[in-house]
C-alpha cells in the first residue's frame, strides 16, 4: 500500500495525510499504516471539523502505540491537511488544526486506539482576544488587516467586499475598536452586512478566505445526485422532510426613507411550489411564522433592510433532504456553499437543492459522503435535471 493511501487504488481513491507545524509534509509511513478511520464535517455554519482514529496495538509493530502517542506531529496546536484524490485529480477536503487527542487502552491486542480531533484553520482566529483599534478604516480593510495575520495559513490574498451597512459617524469623532478575538470581529461585521466568512483550502498549504455576500448560485451546479436509476444512481439512501415551523415571514415592511415606498425583500425560488407565501398573500396563508427585524426602528435603512433580508432567506429552509452516497459511484466532492440537483426521488422531490452540510466517512475500501440539503419548496425549476 503507498504511505500516502488510506483507501484501496482499485478504487481509484486515495487519501494523502499532511502533517506539521506551519509547513505541513506527507505524514511517515508508520502514522499513515496505523491510521484506521478519517472523517471530516464540512458545513455552511460555524467552523469545519475533521476526526482521525488510528490503531496503536502492539502486535507486530513493536513499540509502534509508543511512537503514535509520543509522536511530535499528532499533539494540539498542530496543522493537518486531508487531501483526496479521485483518480489523478486531487480535492483538499480540509485544512486544519488539532485540537484535542484522545487515547483508549484496550485489553484486546490492536484493541488500542488514538484519536485526533480538530478544527479549520479558522479556529487560530479565535484564540486570543484583543482591544485593536481601527482609525478612519472601513469594515473591509479591517478584515484585511485581521487575516494578514495569518498569511502563513492562508499563504494568498483574501477577498473582502466593501460593507453594504454605511459608517454613520465622522471617524474623526469616533474610532472602531475591536474588543473580542478576530474570529468573532470578523463575524460580527459579516453579520451586520447580511454577509458570510469562510476559508477553502484550494490546494495543499494554500487556503482562500472569503468575506463578502453570499455567492452561492444555482448554476453550475456539482454532478446531480441520482436515486432509482439504475446503474446510474449514486445514492445510498435519502429522506425528505416538511418543516412548516422552519421558514420565516417578515412582519410589515422595510420603508425607503427617501421615497416612502416599501422596499421588498425577497429570496431566490429554488422550486416551482414555494411553501412559504409571498408577502401580499399572508393574510391567506396564517399557518407561518411572523418576525420583525428586532431593533430596525433605530438603525441604518439599509441594515434594517439586511436584517429583513437574512430572515427571509430562511424561507429555504422549508424542505429538507438528508441521505447518504457512495463516493466512489459519484465521482466527486460534494461540497457545502453550493448547490446541487436530485433526480429520481420523484416529481415533487426532484429539482434544485442547496448543499448545507457534508460528512465525509473514510475506512478502508469504502468512502460515504452524508448530506444535508435545503430549499424553499417542492417540485424542479426546469423539467429535466442535468445530471
Excluded at 83 to 94: A, R
Excluded at 236 to 260: C, E, W, Y
Excluded at 298 to 322: G, H, R, V, W
Aim: charged share 15%; with cysteine.
Amino acid at each position: 500500500m503507498d504511505a500516502s493511501s488510506l483507501l484501496s487504488s482499485a478504487l481509484g481513491i486515495r487519501l494523502t495525510l499532511w502533517l506539521g507545524k506551519v509547513a505541513a509534509v506527507p505524514a511517515p509511513v508508520f502514522v499513515v499504516e496505523a491510521l484506521s478511520e478519517a472523517s471530516v464535517t464540512l458545513s455552511d455554519e460555524g467552523r469545519d471539523g475533521f476526526q482521525l482514529t488510528f490503531t496503536v496495538g502492539r502486535a507486530g509493530v513493536g513499540m509502534l502505540d509508543n511512537l503514535l502517542v509520543a509522536s511530535p506531529l499528532l499533539i494540539p496546536s498542530n496543522r493537518v491537511i486531508l487531501q483526496i484524490w479521485f483518480g489523478v485529480f486531487p480535492e483538499i477536503l480540509i485544512d486544519g488544526i488539532i485540537t484535542q487527542q484522545e487515547f483508549h487502552a484496550s485489553g484486546e491486542p490492536g484493541g488500542s486506539t488514538l484519536t485526533i480531533t480538530g478544527e479549520d484553520i479558522r479556529v487560530l482566529m479565535d484564540m486570543d482576544e484583543n482591544a485593536m483599534p481601527f482609525p478612519n478604516m472601513p469594515p473591509h480593510v479591517r478584515i484585511q488587516l485581521l487575516l494578514a495575520k495569518y498569511f502563513a495559513y492562508l499563504a494568498t490574498p483574501p477577498i473582502t467586499m466593501p460593507a453594504l451597512v454605511p459608517e454613520t459617524y465622522l471617524m474623526t469623532d469616533r474610532i472602531p475598536v475591536q474588543s473580542c478575538t478576530d474570529f468573532e470581529y470578523i463575524n460580527n461585521l459579516a453579520k451586520k452586512n447580511n454577509y458570510v466568512f469562510y476559508v477553502e483550502p484550494q490546494a495543499p498549504l494554500v487556503s482562500l478566505a472569503y468575506w463578502g455576500p453570499d455567492k452561492s448560485l444555482p448554476v453550475p451546479p456539482q454532478p446531480a445526485l441520482s436515486v432509482n436509476m439504475g446503474p446510474d444512481s449514486n445514492v445510498d439512501s435519502i429522506h425528505f422532510s416538511n418543516d412548516a415551523l422552519s421558514p420565516r415571514m417578515v412582519s410589515g415592511f422595510i420603508q425607503d426613507k427617501m421615497t416612502g415606498l416599501p422596499v421588498p425583500v425577497a429570496s431566490l425560488p429554488m422550486a416551482r411550489i414555494p411553501l412559504t407565501p409571498l408577502p401580499a398573500a399572508i393574510t391567506q396563508q396564517p399557518f407561518v411564522r411572523r418576525v420583525f427585524p428586532k431593533h430596525s426602528s433605530s438603525i441604518d435603512p439599509i441594515e434594517a433592510l439586511l436584517k429583513a433580508q437574512a430572515i427571509t432567506n430562511k424561507a429555504n429552509d422549508a424542505i429538507t433532504a438528508t441521505g447518504e452516497l457512495d463516493a466512489v459511484r459519484y465521482g466527486h466532492v460534494l461540497k457545502p456553499r453550493r448547490f446541487v440537483g436530485v433526480r429520481g426521488a420523484g416529481l415533487l422531490q426532484d429539482g434544485m437543492y442547496y448543499v448545507k452540510q457534508v460528512k465525509h466517512s473514510i475506512k478502508h475500501g469504502e468512502y460515504k459522503q452524508s448530506f444535508t440539503l435545503k430549499r424553499d419548496g417542492r417540485g424542479p425549476l426546469t423539467p429535466v435535471v442535468l445530471p
